[in-house]
């Protein structure tokens, strides 16, 4: 098992900033192709997902369940399926009219991944990292 945590401070305030990482991966993280509420909205704890994305070099699915959601503070999801049991906390706290965005994702690998383990972490890293600067651009330019 690994965790994975990067942060980027956004001038913008935190709701704005809360509501632009809620509304969808496929909008700021490189590595998502696509992403879809699969239960009711509104969004919130119990809700589902289906994300395809990009990961360890080819497409995958994932299905997800909101486990934290405190609007304009914390958004938690774990996966029910995929490639590897993952879960991803995302934390938004005011930083005097900016926000600052926390991240923290925990995956374990299973089977011949585990040998590969460091390089997924490094990927997850560097993708965590870049999709955060790009949100950063996107948001700070609007």
């Known amino acids: 098992m ?10 913008r305030p935190v709701n704005e900033v809360f509501d632009f990482f809620t509304e969808g991966r496929a909008r700021w993280d490189e590595s998502v192709i696509s992403e879809e509420l699969t239960s009711p909205p509104p969004v919130g704890v119990g809700s589902t997902m289906h994300t395809r994305m990009r ?9 997800w369940r909101v486990t934290a ?11 029910t399926s995929g ?7 995302l934390q938004f706290a005011d930083a005097n009219g900016a926000t600052v965005v926390a991240v923290r ?4 690998p ?3 991944m585990r040998l590969a383990e460091p390089m997924i972490a490094d ?9 955060l600067a ?9």
Not at 125 to 130: E, I, K, M, N
Not at 134 to 142: F, I, N, P, T, V
């Open 69 to 79: 959601y405190e609007p304009g503070a914390r958004m938690a999801v774990t996966s």
């Open 110 to 112: 299973t089977g011949i």
């Open 55 to 63: 990961a360890v070099g080819r497409e995958v699915d994932f299905d």
């Open 105 to 108: 994702i925990d995956a374990e």
């Open 83 to 89: 490639i590897m049991a993952t879960s991803s906390d």
């Open 2 to 11: 690994f965790t994975v945590t990067e942060s980027v401070h956004i001038d």
């Open 134 to 142: 790009r949100a950063k651009r996107m948001l700070e330019s609007a």
């Open 123 to 131: 990927s997850i890293r560097s993708t965590l990292a870049t999709s």
